[in-house]
């Protein structure tokens, strides 16, 4: 008996000595690659370029202890999330897509896991986008995918929460779902991750993302998120009762004038690690304290999670460091032309280098 106990264990240690020389031989060098079993494009030249988009799903089980590989190995990428879904083959939003990606990975210097909120049709293209614009720049990065549909189950506590305050028709649980997933993004995301950032789709690079991240050094001791300001008078027009109630008010005011004219999260960055050791979060987020802050400001929104960053700006600034302009030069004059002519350049204004362009209002980006 204790020779077969032997015999047992040499040959357990054999059988995980070959997997390990397995996985890096499979591996790129730098850290491990689980294969996407979805890859569109398994006729790239080599097996490192064909293994370098993975994919995390919640239908898919892996090993703990690759698992835990891929999270040691991830600390030190940059994560980068975006939501990408209900778009067609010939939607204007896969060339938006295509340009983000390319010129996020076309300036970056640092390694980059992507992770992508999406749908089964939607995904497929993604998928092809982001592998043609890899094979472009000779650039790679980990591509992580997550089901919107089971996010949002996920997250129905906060989707019920926000839905009646901060969307333009409330009701269809799918849709609202979609604009209030970044709120409990600390879920969301892998336990590993300690710092993100979240970009629409409709964003284009003009640095590195690595200079963005160096912001995190700037945040305040409880600041939670970083979001730029708002380039439009959206927010004088939502806070147009509390501001009739209140003239002297800042709120909805322009920055030249000391004014706070609310936050655009076409851009956000998150301190994942604070969010989910957060109290103060995970009351502020609930019905009780959501329905007092709207009622105390007559604040009705359209934004989505855009709305809920503005009021926690305005009851408690503390928790959101305020980004450069820079690094979300927003393009939409939608509000110019809706009554606000006379005072639009006041919001709009950004004197700082563009970093980051944002077409919000579907406004063309330029091509520089």
């Not at 190995?73 to 209900?86: G, L, P, Q, S, V």
């Not at 897509?97 to 993604?126: E, K, W, Y």
């Not at 989910?276 to 959501?290: D, F, H, Q, W």
Request: glycine share 6%; net charge neutral.
């Amino acid at each position: 008996m204790p020779l077969l106990r032997k015999v047992l264990l040499n040959l357990t240690l054999l059988a995980l000595l070959l997997v390990a020389f397995y996985y890096y031989e499979t591996s790129n060098g730098r850290r491990w690659i689980v294969p996407n079993p979805r890859a569109r494009n398994a006729s790239l030249p080599n097996l490192t370029s064909a293994l370098a988009a993975a994919s995390y799903t919640t239908d898919i089980n892996y090993s703990s202890s690759i698992i835990n590989v891929l999270q040691q190995e991830r600390i030190n990428y940059y994560n980068i999330w975006c939501i990408f879904t209900k778009v067609t083959s010939n939607s204007p939003m896969r060339r938006k897509f295509q340009i983000f990606i390319n010129s996020l990975l076309g300036l970056t210097s640092v390694d980059i896991a992507f992770h992508v909120i999406s749908d089964d049709d939607s995904r497929s293209i993604a998928e092809t986008v982001i592998q043609d614009v890899m094979t472009g720049t000779g650039k790679f990065m980990e591509v992580f995918y997550y089901d919107v549909h089971k996010l949002a189950t996920q997250l129905e506590d906060i989707v019920s929460v926000m839905s009646p305050h901060f969307s333009s028709k409330p009701g269809t649980y799918y849709s609202d779902a979609l604009f209030f997933l970044s709120l409990g993004l600390h879920r969301i995301a892998p336990s590993d991750q300690k710092l993100a950032a979240m970009f629409d789709a409709d964003t284009k690079f003009r640095r590195d993302v690595k200079d963005l991240f160096e912001e995190f050094r700037n945040f305040g001791e409880d600041a939670l998120f970083g979001l730029a300001p708002e380039l439009t008078p959206v927010y004088r027009h939502v806070l147009y009762i509390y501001r009739n109630k209140h003239p002297n008010t800042l709120f909805g005011e322009p920055r030249h004038k000391g004014g706070y004219p609310g936050y655009n999260s076409g851009m956000v960055l998150f301190n994942l690690e604070k969010l989910r050791k957060s109290l103060a979060y995970n009351e502020i987020v609930g019905k009780k304290n959501v329905d007092a802050m709207t009622e105390k400001y007559h604040f009705k929104g359209h934004l989505g999670d855009q709305d809920f960053y503005t009021l926690l700006g305005m009851e408690r600034s503390e928790l959101i460091y305020t980004v450069d302009c820079g690094w979300n030069r927003q393009l939409c004059t939608w509000w110019r032309d809706r009554g606000y002519a006379d005072i639009f350049a006041n919001y709009s204004e950004c004197h700082s280098e563009t970093k980051l362009w944002h077409g919000n209002c579907n406004t063309p980006i330029p091509d520089d």
